[in-house]
């Protein structure tokens, strides 16, 4: 359980360090934001932000509200009306207010980044965080060295993927654009004044930066002269410009689509599930080369024998699926000759190892070692061991969301 204590007076220690956090510069100073509201604190515990305690009205101590927090061993600082509105300066009552520590900036991450060129209104950089999340691009260049993703309204408007987001802060323009190109990113400027429409822009195979501007003035001059791209979201009738957050979404999704079909070829290849893919049918290759040195099973029927003897029970769908056969009925004929010779029984369906299969098993066991061994040649036991961590939080991850689990 969390601890918990009473606050009386707007002049105690944490109500201060709270207040400071009201300005851009006293949350930069101190590396902290404050959290306004049951959404906000929801939303940055669900992102693994660090939340270092919270101010509850008096009257909440018993809400369930509170009974969560305390679950997460956090402080709790009970304390009346008047102290919280001084906390979040406004005139109407925050109950749940939090400080938290700020999110730490990290490398990037990915290979698509947005460049907020001059942008001032919270509102919008909110906007445009949520729905560059929402096409999985969470790093983000400022070409100001003050900029601050924790405003109320920014987090608001992002409805909390600003927690899950990295914010690179540079003092100018210049700055940033040359420390994106020496990274390799090609630069790509949105504006009005652009020659070539974004559907039909040129995009090279590699990583990218999208340049949004000021809502007023655009790109600057510093940056729209380093651009590699320039573009132009095309527009009938009288309007001459779109609000900054809209053309953000406009933009990001055509930008998105072409920059992945140029770097198409090289995201097949780095998949992570084409490589988990190709990994597990080489190893299995292996083993099955190796088998049929020896006997007459192959890799297929070996595995689902192994997977018998585990489960003890199964059916074609099931062994099919957990075998990684990839069709039922490829599963009955690969089964069938096991049947026959008397290693598995068909009970109704239901698929028994038997103790002509265990036998099997034990004298082939060395070959599956062996394979194992050819696969994981050259790799030290610790690399090894952490490959099999993370496969199976893989494949816990997978099993969540599939009909199977």
């Known amino acids: 359980m969390g601890l918990e ?28 934001l404050l959290l306004e509201g049951k959404e906000q604190i929801l939303w940055a515990m669900q992102n693994s932000c660090q939340i270092d305690h919270v101010f509850v009205h008096d009257k909440e101590k018993d809400s369930d509200f509170s009974k969560e927090l305390r679950s997460k061993n956090l402080l709790l600082c009970f304390c009346s009306d008047g102290i919280l509105k001084k906390i979040t300066d406004t005139s109407y009552l925050v109950p749940f207010v939090a400080v938290a520590n700020a999110m730490q900036q990290k490398n990037f991450q990915n290979d698509f980044v947005v460049v907020l060129d001059g942008l001032h209104d919270f509102g919008n950089i909110g906007t445009i965080i949520r729905t560059a999340a929402a096409f999985g691009i969470h790093d ?10 924790s405003y109320k309204k920014t987090i608001d408007s992002s409805r909390g993927t600003v927690f899950s987001s990295q914010l690179h802060r540079f003092k100018s323009g210049t700055e940033a654009i040359n420390h994106l190109k020496a990274a390799g990113y090609q630069i790509a400027v949105t504006t009005p004044h652009a020659s070539t429409m974004q559907s039909f822009a040129k995009v090279e195979q590699k990583p990218i930066a999208l340049v949004l501007g000021n809502e007023t003035t655009g790109v600057s001059d510093e940056v729209m002269g380093q651009a590699d791209i320039k573009i132009q979201i095309p527009m009938s009738g009288p309007v001459e410009s779109l609000n900054v957050g809209v053309a953000a979404g406009i933009s990001l999704y055509e930008m998105k689509i072409k920059w992945v079909l140029a770097m198409l070829t ?28 020896v006997c007459p099973f192959n890799a297929d029927q070996a595995i689902m024998m192994m997977i018998l003897k585990c489960d003890q029970t199964s059916n074609f769908e099931s062994l099919a699926h957990d075998a990684g056969v990839s069709q039922t009925s490829d599963a009955k004929a690969l089964i069938q000759p096991l049947i026959d010779q008397g290693f598995i029984s068909n009970k109704g369906g239901l698929l028994n190892l038997l103790e002509k299969g265990e036998e099997a098993i034990a004298k082939i066991w060395n070959v599956h070692e062996l394979a194992e061994h050819l696969a994981f040649e050259g790799i030290p036991d610790s690399d090894k061991q952490t490959f099999l961590d993370v496969l199976n939080k893989i494949l816990k991850n997978c099993e969540k969301i599939t009909p199977f689990s």
């Open 140 to 149: 983000f260049v400022a070409t100001d060295e003050n900029l601050d993703f």
């Open 266 to 293: 090289k995201k097949i290849q780095e998949s992570i599930g084409r490589d988990l893919y190709c990994a597990s049918r080489w190893t299995r290759l292996i083993f099955d080369l190796k088998l049929k040195e």
């Open 5 to 32: 204590i009473n606050i009386t007076s707007i002049k105690d220690e944490k109500v201060i360090k709270a207040r400071s956090l009201q300005t851009s510069k006293g949350r930069l100073a101190e590396k902290k």
